[in-house]
């Protein structure tokens, strides 16, 4: 009988525990385990692999660079031919916890989206076929993809498959703000604690909420004061067609926001000082203090967790027959 009640005393103890430890609005990165480790090793070649673009120069580390929190810190990314692309690039750490993908949320997952950018005249400039047409002539890439999907011929879809696989593992568990929230409450200092105390006040969290502290909706940028720029992307409503999502983006994870300036779809907020005081006024209506903003600022820096870290992987040489890269406009 007794131990009856301990038992149940206990499981009512560990509800109680799941629950506090969910009742804040942002959860812990969970670690990502890797289930098809050699699916995974080719997906990271294809991700350093500049033959996937046109000019041989240009692979998707170029403007998501693991060493720099996977985005390239440019206003807007440079594509083929040193083209300025439209919009800034966003991270691709985290990335398979957002709803969707891509600013507007056009493509519905990471196979869909990794796609994009190999047939994207202003990125990789490449088309599917060619990008395949490479892969296949390179008897490294033919034995690999063998060995992942049984198939002699390498499809766009198996390519896209393995760089999302990839991208999958590309998450950052344990940074400060998680081991805090796991019950470690030394830590964070005071400031940063104050910080995250002010952010969910100010109600930042009604949008940067979940594991990622964002990528849960699509949000208007400007909701109280109209966000000025020059920069002609519309957001949510080129892909709903719906007026009332003019304007509307995915809201970008916060997660490592430390390491992916600058800030905004337009790349327009150069530090993060400037980013957060922008959304305290166009979000919010709310002038922060130097103080306020400081405090704010040091919580968001607690959220850069442990990065990717990996050998660099060994791309297997071109054959005689690999199409030659086109690194500049020919007359
Ligand atoms: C020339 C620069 C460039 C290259 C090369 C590039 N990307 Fe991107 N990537 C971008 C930009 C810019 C965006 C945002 C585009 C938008 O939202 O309209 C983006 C968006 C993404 C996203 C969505 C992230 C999010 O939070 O919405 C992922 C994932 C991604 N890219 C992965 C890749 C992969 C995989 C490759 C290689 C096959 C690649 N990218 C190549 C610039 C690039
Ligand atoms: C109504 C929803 C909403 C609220 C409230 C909100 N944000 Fe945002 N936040 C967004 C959206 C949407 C974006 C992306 C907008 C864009 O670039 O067009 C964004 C972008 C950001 C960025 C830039 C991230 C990047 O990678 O470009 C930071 C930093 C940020 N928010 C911090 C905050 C802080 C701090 C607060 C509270 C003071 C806050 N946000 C309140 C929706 C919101």
């Known amino acids: ?32 385990r890797v289930e098809k480790p050699n699916l995974v090793e080719l997906g990271k070649k294809l991700f350093f692999d500049p033959r ?86 390179i008897p490294g890439y033919v034995a690999e993809f063998n060995a992942v999907f049984c198939e002699d011929r390498i499809t766009i879809d198996e390519v896209t498959l393995a760089i999302a696989a990839f991208e999958k593992t590309l998450s950052t568990p344990n ?21 995250y105390a002010l952010f969910k ?10 594991p990622a502290a964002g990528g849960k909706s699509y949000q208007k940028m400007g909701l109280v004061t109209p966000y000025v720029t020059s920069n002609t992307a519309q957001g949510r409503v080129g892909v709903t067609h719906d007026e009332a999502d003019r304007f509307k983006f995915k809201v970008p994870t916060l997660r490592n926001v430390e390491l992916t300036y600058p800030y905004f779809h337009d790349g327009a907020a150069a530090t993060l000082k400037d980013a957060v ?17 400081g405090q704010i600022l040091a919580f968001l820096k607690t959220l850069t967790g442990e990065q990717p870290s990996f050998k660099l992987p060994l791309l297997p040489p071109s054959s005689d027959n690999t199409p030659r890269p086109q690194p500049f406009a020919r007359k």
């Open 201 to 210: 006040s100010s109600a930042c969290v009604a949008c940067h909420d979940g």
């Open 1 to 32: 009988m007794k131990l009856h009640r301990l038992a149940f005393c206990l499981s009512l103890m560990g509800a109680y525990i799941a629950v506090a430890a969910t009742t804040e609005p942002i959860q812990p990165i969970v670690a990502v």
């Open 277 to 293: 005081n922008t959304m305290g006024r166009i979000q919010l209506g709310k002038t922060f203090s130097d103080t306020e903003s």
């Open 175 to 195: 940074s400060r703000f998680d081991q805090w929230l796991m019950g470690n409450k030394k830590a964070i200092s005071t400031e940063e604690l104050a910080g």
């Open 52 to 137: 996937l673009s046109k000019s041989g120069v240009i692979s998707c580390n170029s403007c998501h660079n693991l060493s720099m929190g996977g985005s390239d810190n440019l206003t807007s990314s440079v594509g083929h031919l040193w083209k300025e692309g439209p919009i800034n690039s966003p991270t691709v750490l985290n990335s398979s916890l957002s709803l969707a993908q891509f600013w507007d949320g056009r493509a519905k997952d990471l196979q869909a989206q990794a796609g994009g950018p190999i047939d994207n005249p202003g990125e990789m400039a490449s088309t599917h076929r060619l990008a395949v047409e490479v892969l296949q002539s």
